[in-house]
């Protein structure tokens, strides 16, 4: 298959005044060794190669005053917010809830709330008064308190970063042009669980 990249927008000046940077779903199950992903068999490489781009990048939006705000997936532990039986949202998320390990001995469920597979990595952990936003579908806005935070810090533009790619990334980026901000995705800051050409996809598209 070819894919056609269409001409690159011209590119444009982030006003930090303006600007916020979103970190969306780098946590525990998506991109650590004994999360949900690496223990049912998924491949966590694409996603981990991000995590050294998103801290350049969180160390360079921080220096120049720009709010840094994290995204994290999870359910109530009772999973009475992951959707009836049946519909779209638990079809895909049959996993949820399995038990699990954390590397220091603790027990974990998948994606849920509360448990170290849902905490945001190491690596990237946000600084004390950096807003976490939990979200239990695929899009940050749905069901959140995403667009008021943001209105509250008077961005009007966002950095994308985060995981994956073609899922989560994609539907956020949809629904923020849906409340009219404008959105900057950061190509090396986002990859995919499913397959290189999926993130290609969506940087076609955006």
């Not at 597979?117 to 807003?131: F, H, K, W």
């Amino acid at each position: 298959m070819t894919v056609t990249v269409p001409a690159r927008p011209e590119p444009f000046a982030l006003d930090p005044a303006t600007t916020a940077v979103l970190v969306i779903d780098m946590q525990n199950d998506f991109a650590s060794p004994g999360g949900g992903v690496d223990t049912s068999g998924g491949d966590i490489t694409p996603v981990r190669a991000t995590v050294a781009p998103i801290a350049r990048t969180l160390a360079a939006a921080r220096a120049a005053g720009l709010p840094v705000v994290y995204i994290a997936h999870g359910y109530a532990p009772d999973l009475s917010d992951l959707g009836p039986e049946g519909t779209k949202n638990r079809l895909v998320h049959a996993d949820v809830g399995r038990a699990t390990t954390a590397p220091d001995g603790t027990p974990g469920r998948v994606l849920v709330r509360g448990t170290w597979n849902t905490e945001v990595i190491r690596e990237l952990a946000p600084e004390p008064g950096d807003p976490v936003v939990g979200k239990t579908r695929f899009g940050a806005f749905h069901g959140t308190e995403l667009d008021a935070l943001l209105r509250g810090l008077g961005a009007r533009t966002l950095v994308v970063t985060g995981c994956t790619t073609s899922v989560c990334v994609e539907s956020t980026v949809r629904e923020a042009a849906f409340l009219d901000y404008r959105t900057l995705l950061l190509a090396d800051c986002t990859d995919e669980i499913q397959g290189r050409a999926h993130h290609e996809s969506t940087l076609v598209l955006v």
